[in-house]
């Protein structure tokens, strides 16, 4: 895929050169490389946020070029999470709603069983106790998980991650991503991680290096491959 | 597949209640703006009203007259000059030829309710050393108080009127120092005159037509006027007071009578009143653009402090139409509570009102009555107008890029 910004314009400027990426289902990939690289770039491609000027993506197996606003919506909302750096919840809903927001969307009305998912998934996170709690009355680890339980909400085929843990203390990056190596394990849901830091990286299964909008290098992460299987 | 929108709703009270001052704010803006156009409305349609039933109290929706006499020149003979100067003929009290079968014609047009003849001309009531210049009108009872309701303005005495009774306004019989059972003469132009009884009082809620009319029986009247056997003017009461016009050239077009309506004839009181209705429906319709400026503007400024919340909902599978409605149904819900909260202002500014503005007298200057409908028309234009105030920054919410709207 290549991705240009300002098209047309003096200063028009391709971020990502030629891009050629398989994500297997239940992987767990770091996309790693300096600011500037085209990471966040690459994510919004991948998360249908951003079309690419050239190029192909599949989805679960199906071609998204030719998809409309409308179809590219729901397909983002039924195969993809998102979590960001920054959580972005809802301040108006309680951590409950706010992951029940996106089946909510899908769905329309409100039922005991979107709340019974949301509830198995703030389980999950370790959040049950702060259920009820405004999304702004909780810790930013906590923020965080909800934001993770939220992006899992609609059982997505893929997670994608943008410095899921980058605003956070070394304890709460650890227990955040402790949890998204659970759901993984678990769920065989695929993640894409961008991270800067390499202690991360380091229990991906994989890890991708972006560099200048090209991918410089692309391996199996052995250590965490040896430590799994055994 | 068509969903219920309670994702939408959901989301839009909760974003209404987050900016609770806001919100309660501009619904106080709605409120005060809507209370205006609400009793501004009532108010004209009460005044209107008022006034009609007013006029119409002493006043037959239509008159028809004896043609005017004009003067014709001679008709020019050859070989001689004529004077071109014509002078105007004065028009003497005449009697409508064949009075009765006209009336039978009328009777017939479709939408005239009651017609009735009268004999009409000035005269003075005299009475110890007071003199008044006064209109008498010969009636038939009957009939006539089928066109005007004399009989239910009687405040004092009877209104059964026989050949040498008379009714009065108050206003005369203040002037007169007469009350119900004494007499007074009534002399007229002609160099005739009676003495007749007062039997009732009447009070049109006029001045004018209480110090000015008086009634007597068509006969009497016939006499004092000298025109026996005629009648001056036939008056017609139709079913709808503002079609009277039309009525009225329907008449006018089968004879050569003068046919008038109060239409015309209160040419000066439609005027003043379509003026009033100009003025009245500029101000509530500036009112109404000044809310709806206000919610639209509310409205933008919300979208702005929400864009990243907008952004993930776009993320996480919210389509463009959910965001948009999620906005429109937020001013639409404004603007609907603002509606509600302005009709009970608008109440109560007219209760108030009814208390306060009354004559110098001490009764109600004029009845505005509370129509439920206004409210409800009020209710279902503000919450049109709000969806429609909400639809610039709906659709600027809707078409933010999710990316830009995260990333921002």
């Known amino acids: ?230 | 597949m068509k969903r219920f929108a309670f994702f939408e709703l959901i989301v839009a009270f909760r974003f209404m209640r987050e900016g609770l001052m806001q919100t309660l704010l501009i619904i106080l803006g709605v409120g005060l703006g809507g209370g205006v156009i609400v009793f501004m409305s009532a108010l004209l349609s009460g005044l209107q009203a008022n006034v009609v039933r007013r006029t119409l109290n002493y006043q037959a929706p239509i008159r028809i007259l004896p043609p005017d006499q004009v003067a014709r020149p001679l008709r020019a003979v050859e070989g001689a000059e004529i004077a071109a100067q014509v002078q105007p003929r004065s028009q003497r009290l005449r009697s409508i030829d064949q009075w009765q079968k006209i009336r039978d014609q009328i009777e017939r047009t479709p939408d005239v309710v009651a017609v009735t003849p009268v004999v009409a001309g000035p005269g003075f009531a005299l009475r110890g050393d007071a003199s008044k210049s006064v209109t008498i009108t010969g009636i038939e009872p009957e009939s006539y108080f089928r066109v005007i309701a004399l009989d239910e303005k009687i405040v004092a005495g009877r209104h059964d009127i026989g050949p040498l009774d008379i009714v009065i306004g108050t206003e005369l019989a203040k002037d007169l120092g007469a009350n119900v059972g004494d007499k007074f003469r009534l002399a007229t132009a002609v160099g005739a005159n009676a003495t007749l009884t007062v039997i009732g009082l009447f009070d049109f809620g006029n001045k004018g037509a209480n110090e000015r009319n008086v009634y007597v029986a068509l006969r009497s009247a016939q006499n004092l006027l000298d025109l026996v056997g005629g009648a001056s003017a036939i008056e017609v009461k139709v079913r709808d007071p503002f079609a009277a016009e039309t009525i009225a050239q329907t008449i006018r077009g089968g004879t050569d009578l003068q046919v008038e309506s109060w239409i015309v004839t209160n040419a000066q009181f439609f005027t003043a009143m379509r003026a009033q209705i100009l003025t009245n429906t500029l101000i509530r319709l500036f009112v109404g653009l000044t809310v709806a400026l206000g919610i639209a503007s509310v409205l933008v400024v919300s979208v702005i402090q929400k864009q990243k919340e907008i952004g993930i909902l776009r993320a996480m599978g919210a389509s463009r139409g959910q965001v948009l409605r999620v906005f429109l149904i937020q001013g639409g819900a404004v603007a609907l509570a603002g509606s509600v909260l302005g009709s009970a202002l608008a109440w109560t500014f007219l209760l108030a009102w009814r208390e306060l503005a009354r004559n110098p007298d001490g009764t109600l200057m004029f009845i505005v009555e509370i129509e439920p409908s206004l409210f409800a028309i009020a209710m279902v234009t503000a919450t049109l107008v709000g969806i429609l105030a909400a639809a610039t920054p709906a659709r600027r919410a809707a078409r933010l890029d999710p990316v830009v709207a995260i990333r921002s």
Not at chain 1, 108 to 131: F, K, N
Not at chain 1, 143 to 156: D, G, S, T, Y
Request: hydrophobic share 40%; aromatic share 4%; net charge negative.
């Open chain 1, 1 to 230: 895929m290549h991705k240009s910004y300002g098209v047309g314009t003096p200063v028009e400027l391709e971020v990502l050169h030629g891009i050629d990426l398989v994500l297997e289902r239940g992987e767990f990939t770091a996309l790693v490389g300096p600011s500037g690289s085209g990471k966040t770039t690459l994510l919004n491609l991948i998360g249908l946020l951003d079309r690419p000027n050239a190029g192909r993506l599949f989805i679960e197996g199906q071609e998204t070029g030719g998809l409309g606003e409308e179809d590219i919506t729901r397909l983002r909302g039924r195969s993809i999470g998102f979590v960001f750096q920054y959580h972005y919840l809802l301040p108006a809903f309680t951590a409950l709603e706010n992951v029940m927001m996106p089946i909510l969307a899908a769905r329309g009305r409100p039922d005991d069983e979107m709340r019974a998912t949301a509830a198995t998934l703030l389980d999950r996170v370790g959040l049950t106790p702060w259920r009820d709690s405004k999304a702004t009355e909780i810790s930013g680890g906590q923020q965080q998980r909800v934001a993770i339980a939220r992006a899992l909400a609609m059982n997505p085929a893929l997670v994608l991650a943008d410095e899921p843990s980058g605003n956070l203390d070394t304890a709460s990056a650890d227990g955040v991503f402790d949890v998204l190596r659970e759901i993984n394990e678990t769920s065989r849901t695929t993640f894409l991680i961008v991270t800067h830091d390499p202690r991360l990286a380091q229990r991906c299964d994989r890890i991708v290096e972006l560099v200048d909008g090209r991918i410089v290098s692309d391996r199996p992460n052995a250590h965490v491959l040896r430590s799994s299987s055994g």
